[in-house]
């Protein structure tokens, strides 16, 4: 078995490239602003992760109220707003003006696992699966993780799995219990890049070794596929990071989300 490489100071910029790639590609147009890029998918207008303000460069200090305000403009007659800050320090400097003002504030990790894994989870316990199957899957996540969300708009965020596999040629894995499918993630390939994402594992059947196995599997085909550099992106507040740690994912960079919805 070959042993994940040390990291290297080009990670973060190819990680980084290929965020902007797949946020790029799944996306049916995009605006330019003052402070970076909009980006829009026409046919999902409640994804939020679709129809955002991307702040991008890192020269100079940006303020928040300006960066809100410049979003309220590009998204004016959508129920969210969504602004990605590439730059940490940007980010960072901006997070308490966004905090105050009742938006929700994320700092996120990107980790390219580049360790060895702790020895645990089997990958042999997960299974390619089939789009219809992906997308079934996470309705059911989306039912359990947001009860109160509409019906209609949880199939239609679910429905997004197609948009993935169609424009960034994403693959889908998955794990069962006695016929049920218990957990899932994706994965994208790009230019000897490979992210693994939407790592998600019914509430019942958690504790089980499940997501480390389609986490494994996933990493496993990426690597058969002849990525170099595996990665995931996880919230820095969060216990999952700690999972993808023992899994031999070692932090490379950071970023900052913040994200307002229309009560």
Known sequence: ?????????????????????IEDVTSTRA????????????GFRVR???NFLRVEGSDGTIDGAEVAAECDR???GFTHREVIVEDPRRGAAMAPWFAEHGWRVDRLVTLARRAPSDGRGDPGLAEELALDDAIGFAAVVHRESFPRTDPPVIDTL???????????????????????????CELYLHDGTAQIEDVNTLERFRGRGLARAVVLRAAAEAGASGADLIWLIADDGDWPKDLYAKLGFVRVGTFWQYTLADD
């Open 158 to 184: 679910a429905a997004f799995r197609r948009v993935l596999r169609d424009r960034a040629g994403a693959r889908f894995f998955g794990a069962r219990v006695d016929g049920v499918l218990a957990a899932s």
């Open 1 to 21: 078995m070959v042993e994940p490489a040390p990291t290297t100071p080009d990670d973060a910029t190819r990680i980084a490239e290929a965020m902007r790639w």
């Open 31 to 42: 605006v330019a602003s003052r402070f970076g890029t909009a980006l829009y998918h026409d």
């Open 48 to 50: 939020y992760d679709s």
């Open 74 to 76: 590009l998204f004016d």
